[in-house]
């Protein structure tokens, strides 16, 4: 695997996030393979550090409301970018969806997601509890792809230059490539930046990348303050595709260095170009432009990312609330630190806001407890940063035990239930991941998209033979237990509408 970081100049190098992040931030994920291919050979051309391509809600988005195959995405990409490291964002345990899925899913997911095209893998834990990151990185790093373990920033009481230290440590030990910090409500102070990036680079030995939000209007300023401090790549969005809940601008970054040590080496003019291609092409989807077009500094009091609030606002509007969104926007910090202080990023802001909007909406703080919010409280997506306040606790859960092992040691395997519950329907080992995931969506996708009658039943049963024997046990999992209300379609199906569907 080449290293994508080696670099004696120390030219600063730039990932750019328009196939991705970009997208998501702004058009509600709704970007369409063929708006992507045409431009592609010159986003190959421009000498990028990597593109970030997929993974985040792309996955979701591509089956549930543009009727594509996420998979032939990542393949037709491939086939047009010759020179360009391919990255994606992996949620864990998550993978792409809002939920922790048995090992063998996150297996076969990384392992198709590198065969088909996945340079770098960003994976990441949204509570960072690294023992939900832990076996996604080994398999990563056994299919030979390059291991970015990311940090989720946040703000909070126990949340400090000490344990991002520490957190870095833990992913280094565990077999990381580089690391990024992942500001994803743009929190992060020019200063901070400066000081948190200059103490990774002088304690670990190896690339730091930082990825932020225009949101509150710091981002620009905190990327300059890091490349000072000697980060090795930022993300960044095209111009046109910029700001906002975006990232800052790629061309602008480029300017700021030209002419340095860090100078990027990227032609201004090819990036123009890509520039005027994309602004032509987002007036397709002024249906799905997010609402804020400047800054929202409200960011910085609730720390909430500008994502999760257009959410907010959805969920209050279906109840036609829509005027209580200041409460709900007070709430949230209340109900975040209950709980013990998660990072606000898919899935704990979703869970998180609609437990605030619930408590707002019903009058009564905790009336109602969604099925999320007790299985976060018991331990079932991970370590709390901090601790849950005992009496919300004794609310959520009564006297039920919290579980100490990794999440994941109490899920059973999926892929072969996958395999018989989707049968003639599977065309490929691809669609049956697409179905562990996403059940309901996959379905509806293969059934509009079936020709003739699909492949045999002998080609069914070799895909599902495949699946199992290639599957190796980290850990030996305690008993299974039956959580399945807590992962029904249905309730997967409502996240997908309340929740953020943020990065």
Known sequence: MPNFFASKEKPLGITDTVLRDAHQSLLATRLRTEDMLPISEKLDAVGFHSLEVWGGATFDSALRFLNEDPWERLRQLKQHFKKTPLQMLLRGQNVVGYRHYADDVVERFVVKARENGIDIFRIF???????????????AKREGAHVQAAICYTISPVHDAPLYLRLAQELVDLGADSLCIKDMAGLIEPYVAYDLVKRLKETIPMPVQLHSHYTSGMASSAYLKAVEAGVDVVDTAISTMSLASSQPPTESIVSMLKGTPRDTGLDLELLSDIARYFGEMRKKYRAF??????????????????????????????????????????????????????????????????????????????????????????????????????????????????????????????????????????????????????????????????????????????????ILPTLA???????????????????????????????
């Open 125 to 139: 834990d949204a509570l960072n509890d690294t023992r939900n990151m832990r076996w996604a990185m080994q398999v």
């Open 289 to 466: 432009e997010g609402e804020l077009v400047g800054v929202d500094t409200n960011v910085l009091t609730y720390q909430i990312p500008g994502g999760m609030i257009s959410n907010l606002v959805s969920q209050l509007r279906e109840q036609n609330a829509v005027d209580r969104l200041p409460e709900v926007l007070q709430e949230v910090p209340r109900v975040r630190q209950e709980l013990g202080y998660p990072p606000l990023v898919t899935p704990t802001s979703q869970i998180v806001g609609t437990q605030a909007v619930l408590n707002v909406l019903l009058g009564e703080r905790y009336k109602v407890i969604p099925k999320e919010v007790k299985a976060y409280v018991k331990g079932l997506y991970g370590r709390s940063p901090g601790p849950i306040d005992h009496e919300i606790k004794r609310k959520v859960i009564g006297d039920e035990e919290v579980i100490a092992c990794r999440p994941a040691d109490v899920l059973s395997p999926e892929l072969n239930k996958a395999a018989a519950e989707l049968g003639d329907l599977a065309r490929s080992e691809e669609d049956v991941i697409s179905y562990a995931l996403f059940p309901q969506v996959t379905r509806e996708y293969l059934s509009q998209n079936s020709r003739g009658q699909g492949p045999s039943k002998e080609i069914v049963a070799a895909i599902a033979a495949a």
């Open 473 to 503: 046990k980290p850990t030996a999992s305690p008993s299974p237990t039956d959580f399945s209300p807590w992962r029904t379609a249905g309730r997967q199906a409502q996240l997908a509408r309340w929740g953020a569907l943020s990065p």
